[in-house]
């Protein structure tokens, strides 16, 4: 499977994003996906992920009820909401497949597909 990120921007801070991560290739309902980030001289991080059937969602504490991620099998799009950004939010934003298992999973070497990142940037 491809996954192609987009939705970045600049944006000030306590403003909204939402990413987009169309998959092709694949029938994205075959996969658990995810949302990393990485900030500039820092390693990748987990940000979000979500099952194959939307059932079973984790966040990490740092963006806990500020992101939303949700996904549309039917579009093979998975999605994150941004709100509330703050600048420690800045990061190249990545979106992750695997093989379904049905539990969430926060570690980026348990994701084999990768987004190409999309650039998010929040100015104070």
């Known amino acids: 499977v491809q996954l192609q990120a987009s939705g970045g921007g600049l944006v000030q801070a306590g403003g909204s994003l939402r990413l987009s991560c169309a998959a092709s290739?694949?029938?994205?309902?075959?996969?658990?996906m995810a949302w990393f980030r990485q900030a500039p001289g820092k390693g990748r991080e987990f940000a979000a992920a979500i099952t194959w059937s939307g059932g079973t969602i984790a966040y990490a504490d740092s963006v806990k009820d500020r992101f939303t991620i949700s996904r549309d099998n039917a579009k093979n799009t998975v999605y994150l909401q941004m709100n509330s950004l703050k600048p420690e939010d800045t990061a190249v934003y990545y979106c992750a497949a695997d093989q379904r298992s049905g539990y969430v999973r926060r570690v980026e070497n348990d994701y084999d597909y990768w987004g190409q990142g999309t650039q998010v940037t929040v100015s104070s």
């Open positions: 290739g694949g029938t994205l309902s075959r996969y658990d």
